[in-house]
């Protein structure tokens, strides 16, 4: 059991390095897609620990809300792109002091 | 077991995305991670959720991030320079701490005995999850598909382009070609074809011009730029082969003719020959 | 100063009926007046307008003139009553109501309000008759006679109000009313800067007289005289020497009082005829009213009434020195009057003793004053508007009629026996004398000096060699003028007669008190030969030092200190410069260093420490998504490690 949630922990924090180290939106995108897998798997894991399907349910919602959110985000980065030229993050950065 | 085997490898793909420089590899890494978790989740009683991770991650989502991809330009890599001043630094550090926090914090509780879920799954995982999904957790579901048509709608929005100039006419595209001649000389009508001769009729055999040479606007440039266009005079070469075959040493099977080479040869001496 | 005496209760009878109805229209008639020319006529179209700046004087005339008429009937009617019924009170309106506090609009028309009504309206109705010829070629005779009726309007507030609140609003109206009227010429700024400094200094008075007011509703709950006189009784003796202190510097801001005195010279650049009514008889007197109003209080505080006959004492040297010293006819005259405040303000001090005889000089200073004035009014309209006495000289040829009145007051004020001033100052320096015989005595010594100076006035205007310029001709002023001088005269003359078997003492004994009268040191025969005789050396001195030499036209230069000190008005203005104005600008000048420094520096200081504090904070605000996730990380790993210290530790 432990050994699950510390792979989705280990997972969850190589998720989090990626999106503050990457600078492709679409890789910090991919980055967010890995920790939102890293909690999936904590929550099957949990599932079948307590021996009810609740938790695979939140799964469950959790990748639909994630396609909602890929789909919303991705259509970001292109108008981004499409008015930039430039999918890096680092480039939108005019919001500021 | 299976586990054992899949973790490392998960791990490893992981770290890859952090590492590798194209954004095409990190996606291909990604799906690695996704299809070891379908199987982990095989592994631990949830077939639905394999499925779905399956259909759903890896086959929509991670094609659409492909897909987005492919429109964004699949060349575009990371430049290795950091630009903000001791991010990287920082965010490994506090990423190890973070994640050592998390590992020791975890491996530190006693989630006793595994219940499991042969009992929930009695009836089969699938109808299981249906019949929780549309009792206790009807109203969520509902509210995940006015999420889902506010997020196609969102998309639509985010990738509609007003137009801010009118669409060019049939009468506007003859006048700039008009004004291009008149003012640059550029040719108004259509290109010239390809040369059609007796024996090859290809996109790469350019035209001949009433002097004998060759056409050159007749082929794409690209194949111009390749060097794999074929010199008009050589295509004359085999004919002229097979008349000395006639003339002198006797009989030759057709299909034992010579190929021909494009750049071997002579230039053409007459157009007849060719013609 | 009678110990343990008790002031008569004021107890009006507010149902008198009658002509004592009309008590209020008193009032109301020039208030009418003051309105129609001020307030509405502006708004008058054209021709309308012009008719009003062209006849308005009558109309102020009028008002004042049938106010007086008025004021005769009800003197008249209130001799009929019997001496118990003479206080007659009428309830207008109730002006406010504000918890305990509730103050009517009432008036008290008793003895003393009576004379006073008599004095004001008569000598008003005069001096408005007299400022038709004297302001006829004003532009702006509209507006004077405006500012004259509201003077009177308020004025008789002043007078005729039964309560302390309404007595302070009269005291305010005159006191506005003064100073539109030394500021009347405001294109001069010399008259600009005394009517504010008229202002400035009637303030001060009029702190105390507020105070007083807001001590006698803490102390008594009202401010009503009936009431208040019904329970002075009651208060304690620092109470009311408060109140009697307080009250005193407002008499003194409004009578010109050491130490607020410095604003009676300078309010001479008003036109002469506001100096006649308001300078000189009425307004300036309104301190001695206003004491002798609140016999009540002053009985029962002998400090505060010790308080009143020094200041009076100091005044009536002060101002009789400074007309010693003028060579500007008003000035002098200013003087004079400062000097004869002081007579009243002295006698007003005594108590009840005193008081019949404050309120007697009053009404006879009031006529003489006011026809020296007039007629000194006269004489600057004969002579180009030149003040300076050394530019006149042998005018009695050339304007007999003034110089025959002005001689009338002259001798009224030096006290020739048998003229009106001889008997009210004969009366006060032998009641002075009989109380304390130093202030007796300088009583006695400001009566030769003032026999000086007026006598010095009369010599230099009138008499020794004609100085005046080729281009001046002096003339006699035309009748208008002429007639108020020889009314007024009559009555400096005959102003005696209202002692004739002491009747104003009998008259004003229900407001004032009776009195026990103390043996004067000597018999009174023996006091008012005294007095002759010092104010017969007065006029022989200045005979001697003034009559018989040349007079030079323009003033010596090398003088004695005495001199030098009289003409700089005895150094008021360099006393009060140094003791108030330069101590307020300091106090003012530091205040306004601290609230910049101290107070504009914190709060300053403050927004300029925050400011850097936030233009440095606001690096955080980098722009990079990046950044933002790593600080949202670095706060997760601190909540974690919080979750992990509760839940492990």
């Known amino acids: 059991m432990t050994e699950y949630i510390v792979l989705s922990a280990i997972l969850f924090t190589i998720g989090c390095v990626g999106v503050l180290v990457r600078r492709n939106a679409i890789v910090v995108f991919m980055c967010v897609e890995l920790m939102l897998n890293a909690c999936n798997l904590a929550f099957v894991a949990f599932a079948r620990q307590h021996g009810n399907l609740d938790g695979q349910i939140t799964a469950f919602f959790v990748m639909v809300v994630a396609a909602a959110e890929v789909v919303i985000g991705l259509a970001i980065i292109m108008t981004i792109f499409r008015t930039r030229r430039s999918a890096s993050v680092d480039d939108a950065s005019l919001l500021k002091y | 077991m299976t586990f054992w085997l899949l973790a490392p490898l998960m791990v490893a793909a992981a770290l890859g995305i952090l590492f590798v420089r194209k954004a095409v590899h990190a996606a291909l890494l990604l799906a690695v991670v996704m299809i070891s978790l379908a199987f982990l989740y095989a592994v631990m009683d949830a077939p639905f959720l394999f499925a779905v991770q399956i259909i759903v991650y890896t086959g929509a989502i991670l094609m659409l991030f492909l897909f987005v991809m492919m429109l964004i330009g699949v060349d575009a890599a990371d430049s290795v320079v950091e630009t903000i001043r001791g991010q990287r630094a920082t965010a490994v550090v506090l990423g190890l701490l973070f994640g050592s ?61 007003e137009r801010l100039t009118p669409r060019a006419t049939q009468a506007d595209l003859a006048a700039r070609r008009i004004r291009d001649y008149a003012e640059h000389g550029f040719h108004p009508g259509p290109l010239p074809s390809p040369g059609v001769y007796a024996r090859h009729n290809a996109v790469d055999t350019p035209a001949l011009l009433p002097d004998g040479t060759a056409a050159e606007s007749s082929v794409s440039r690209v194949l111009a730029a390749r060097g794999t266009v074929r010199s008009a005079p050589a295509l004359a070469d085999d004919i002229d082969d097979v008349r000395r075959q006639l003339a002198g040493e006797g009989h030759s099977d057709p299909s034992t003719m010579p190929e021909t080479s494009g750049k071997a040869g002579t230039p053409a001496n007459t157009e007849e020959d060719v013609k | 100063m009678a110990e343990g005496a008790h002031a008569p209760v004021v107890a009006p009878d507010t149902g008198a009926g009658g002509v004592f109805e009309l008590l209020w229209l008193v009032i109301a008639l020039p208030l009418l007046g003051a309105v129609l020319l001020l307030a509405v006529a502006p708004f008058l179209p054209g021709s309308a307008r012009a008719a009003v700046d062209r006849h308005g004087h009558l109309l ?7 106010s007086f008429g008025l004021s005769l009937v009800l003197f008249l009617s209130l001799l009929g009553r019997d001496a118990e019924e003479r206080q007659v009170g009428q309830h207008l309106w109730t002006w406010f109501e504000t918890g305990s506090l509730d103050v009517g609009m009432d008036l008290l028309y008793d003895q003393l ?19 038709i010829g004297y302001m006829a070629h004003d532009p702006r005779r509209r507006r004077f006679f405006g500012y004259l009726n509201l003077f009177v309007a308020a004025m008789l507030t002043l007078i005729l109000s039964a309560n302390f609140v309404g007595l302070f609003l009269g005291w305010e109206g005159v006191g506005l009313a003064s100073y539109l009227l030394i500021g009347f010429w405001q294109h001069k700024p010399s008259a600009a800067a005394a009517a504010k400094k008229a202002f400035v200094i009637n303030r001060v008075g009029d702190i105390g007289l507020s105070l007083a007011i807001a001590l006698m509703f803490a102390t008594f709950g009202t401010t009503d005289f009936g009431d208040v006189s019904a329970h002075t009784g009651e208060a304690s003796q620092g109470t009311l020497t408060a109140l009697g202190l307080l009250l005193l510097l407002g008499a003194c801001g409004k009578s010109a009082q050491v130490p607020l005195q410095a604003w009676l010279l300078d309010a001479m650049e008003g036109p002469t005829p506001v100096s006649a009514l308001i300078h000189a008889a009425t307004m300036v007197t309104a301190g001695v009213y206003l004491v002798v109003r609140s016999n009540f209080i002053f009985e029962l505080a002998p400090v505060a009434q010790t308080a009143v006959v020094v200041v009076a004492t100091v005044t009536l040297l002060w101002g009789a020195i400074l007309g010693c010293a003028k060579d500007d006819i008003k000035k002098a005259l200013a003087g004079s009057t400062m000097s004869q405040i002081g007579y009243m303000m002295l006698a007003a001090g005594l108590g009840p003793v005193g008081y019949p005889f404050a309120i007697f000089h009053l009404l006879t200073h009031g006529f003489f004053k006011a026809n020296m004035f007039l007629g000194a009014g006269s004489v600057m309209h004969g002579m180009d508007d030149d003040v300076d006495m050394r530019h006149y000289g042998a005018l009695n040829k050339a304007m007999p009629v003034t110089f025959l009145t002005f001689a009338m007051g002259y001798l009224a004020i030096i006290g020739f026996p048998g003229f009106s001033g001889f008997w009210s100052k004969d009366k006060i320096i032998e009641s002075a004398l009989a109380e304390n015989l130093l202030v007796g005595v300088l009583a006695v010594l400001g009566a030769g000096i003032t026999a000086f100076y007026m006598t010095r006035l009369m010599l230099l205007t009138f008499f020794t060699s004609r100085r005046w310029e080729e281009g001046v001709h002096p003339h006699e002023s035309p009748r208008v003028m002429t007639v108020p001088l020889v009314v007024l005269a009559a009555l400096s003359v005959l102003g005696g007669v209202l002692l004739l078997g002491d009747w104003i003492v009998t008259w004003l004994e229900p407001v004032t008190g009776h009195a026990e009268h103390h043996e004067p040191p000597l018999p009174a025969i023996a006091i008012t030969l005294l007095i002759t005789a010092v104010v017969a050396l007065g006029v022989a001195a200045a005979w001697f030092l003034v009559g018989r030499r040349e007079v030079p036209r323009e003033a010596p230069r090398e003088v004695s200190f005495a001199t030098r000190a009289a003409r700089a008005d005895l150094y008021g203005d360099a006393i009060n410069d140094a003791l108030v104005v330069r101590p307020g600008t300091g106090l003012v000048g530091g205040l306004t260093l601290f609230d910049r420094v101290g107070v504009d520096g914190a709060v300053e200081g403050g927004s300029a420490a925050v400011g850097g504090l936030s233009s440095t904070m606001r690096r955080v605000q980098n722009g990079f998504v990046r950044s933002y996730a790593l600080s949202l990380l670095g706060g997760a790993l601190l909540v974690v490690l919080a979750l992990l210290a509760v839940n492990l530790g």
């Open chain 3, 113 to 131: 309000a009576a004379l006073f009504l008599l004095l004001i309206t008569g000598v008003g109705s005069l001096i408005h008759v007299y400022a």
């Open chain 2, 101 to 161: 926090v998390l590992v020791i914090g975890i491996s530190q509780v006693t989630f006793g005995t595994v219940v499991g879920l042969d009992e929930a799954n009695a009836g089969g995982n699938v109808p299981a999850i249906a019949n929780i999904l549309f009792s206790r957790y009807v109203f969520a579901f509902e509210a995940t598909s006015a999420l889902l048509i506010t997020a196609a709608l969102g998309a639509m929005v985010l990738a509609h382009r």
């Open chain 3, 60 to 66: 102020g005339t009028a008002t004042a003139v049938a």
